[in-house]
């Protein structure tokens, strides 16, 4: 039995499929309020995969609660104190200090996603919590008292499933009842994570390695190319957004050619073309960027089954949003599930929905705003307000605690559902011509 704080057994069974950022954090979530998880994941193999990713404030804050785990990630993380952002052509226009930030709780905290993914995994594990690896979940099904899934032919039951099995989710037929299937963005990024030793010995590239951690961008129409580096400068990664017409289909990430990076950057700065000709060609991706209208809903009809994280909402990075949102997600469901009990599991999915639902699709829009801002930047505009150009950093987004916002709105939240669950019965009933109209409750707008 581990030592980690967690509250009384609530007696509710939780299945969870899916162990990416969001079925994690949700697993993690419901063992501290003393749900009991089982968390399936297809890989066999969990490996430190992929590059860099960031946490702002609101998902690094949920971080700080779990025990010993910002410690752990610390040396693993960015320490740059800015980002320096240029024209394409290279000319520095201004710094984005992440001080100026102050008024923001938390740190956001950026690191190799792989490397940050392994120590959540290793805390669910520490914390005893069930998580099977190797086990794909092929089909999902519900009750009036339960719901469940099979996982390699094999049924697993609980009081409800938790679907966060990413932007392919399977779980999305058996919520919204029909396929669902995600659309090309029309943007791609190219991506790299590499040793920057080979940048250290370049003259071109030098400053941007030997003195420590740095962030910086270059800017242009339709384009824009990040790069940092990490570990006191030690790691690199680099990451273009620019447009592309593929037609997406079962896969979206390619092996990227750097010819094709250096053609989409024609008259660039020589420092951002150089960091693209000094890449190992293995560690170089071509990841097309799939997004998805706004589901109906994430819960199914019984509300036995609830969709999280990118199974119900996907993310452009440019939103630096979609690990965070799903943290979240992972915290709400938690809460709900503490405050409705064993007895009404149905309607904690419902009050999930309802106050996760307009947040996060705010947030979602903040992707395409911030691409906007920057690919279609009046550059005139910009010179004589170099600071419009700064990513924003709104305090509704990034200074958020899902949990405390969970427990403030739960119960006005719950309430409101239920008399909306009694206007229904009242009208099934009147239909059936077993009440009055004058019996009926006032609807309410939930
Ligand atoms: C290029 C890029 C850069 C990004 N950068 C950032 C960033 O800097 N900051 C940020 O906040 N967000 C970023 N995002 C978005 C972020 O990565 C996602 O929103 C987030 O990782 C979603 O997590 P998830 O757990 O919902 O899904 P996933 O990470 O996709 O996890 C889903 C898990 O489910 C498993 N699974 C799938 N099917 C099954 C099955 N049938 N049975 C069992 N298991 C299954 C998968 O193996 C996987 O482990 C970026 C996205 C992209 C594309």
Not at 106 to 114: F, V
Not at 254 to 275: C, H, I, T, Y
Not at 301 to 308: E, F, H, W
Request: charged share 25%; glycine share 8%.
């Amino acid at each position: 039995m581990s030592t980690f704080a967690r509250l009384p057994p609530s007696g509710i069974k939780v299945v969870i499929v899916g162990a990416g950022f969001a079925g994690l954090c949700a697993a993690i979530e419901c063992d501290r309020k003393g749900h009991s998880v089982i968390l399936l994941e297809k890989v066999k193999d969990v490996k430190p995969l992929g590059d860099l990713i960031t946490f702002d404030s609101n998902g690094s804050h949920v971080f700080g609660q779990w025990e010993n785990v910002l410690e752990t990630l610390d040396p693993l993380l960015y320490k740059s104190p800015g980002i320096d952002y240029h024209d394409w052509k290279g000319q520095f226009v201004t710094r984005q200090n992440w001080d100026a930030d102050r008024q923001i709780r938390t740190r956001s905290i950026s690191g190799h996603r792989g490397e940050i993914h392994l120590v959540i995994l290793q805390h669910a594990l520490d914390r005893g919590i069930d998580v099977r690896l190797g086990q794909k979940v092929t089909d999902y099904f519900e009750t009036d008292e339960g719901a469940g899934v099979v996982s390699n032919g094999e049924k697993i039951m609980g009081d409800c499933v938790i679907a966060a099995e990413g932007v392919k989710s399977p779980g999305r037929k058996a919520v919204l009842g029909y396929e669902d299937l995600p659309k090309a963005s029309g943007y791609a990024v190219y991506r790299a994570w590499f040793d920057s030793e080979v940048l250290a010995n370049n003259p071109l590239t030098k400053h941007l390695v030997v003195n420590g951690d740095t962030h910086t961008g270059w800017l242009g129409h339709d384009v824009h190319f990040l790069a940092t580096s990490l570990k006191n400068g030690k790691d690199f990664s680099w990451a273009m957004t620019h447009k592309d017409a593929a037609n997406i289909d079962e896969d979206w990430q390619f092996p990227g050619k750097k010819e094709d990076v250096l053609k989409e950057l024609e008259g660039w700065s020589p420092v951002a073309r150089e960091l693209v000709k000094c890449t190992p060609d293995r560690n170089l991706v071509d990841y097309k960027l799939v997004f998805r209208d706004p589901l109906p809903t994430f819960v199914s009809s019984k509300a036995r089954i609830l969709l999280i994280g990118d199974a119900a909402h996907p993310f452009l990075p440019t939103s630096v949003q979609g690990a965070s949102q799903a943290m979240e997600d992972g915290v709400t469901i938690a809460v709900c599930l503490e405050k409705s009990g064993k007895d009404n599991v149905a309607q904690a999915l419902r009050a999930h929905e309802a106050i996760r639902y307009d947040r996060v699709h705010r947030a979602q829009m903040t992707g395409v705003t911030t691409r906007e801002q920057w690919h279609k930047a009046d550059w005139d505009a910009i010179w004589k307000d170099p600071q419009s150009l700064h990513f924003k950093r709104e305090a509704w987004l990034l200074d958020f605690d899902p949990e405390v916002h969970a427990y403030e709105v739960f119960d006005a939240t719950f309430a409101k559902l239920n008399q909306a669950s009694a206007v229904e019965k009242k009208q099934e009933a009147f239909s059936n011509g077993a009440a009055t109209l004058s019996a009926l409750p006032k609807a309410v707008d939930v």
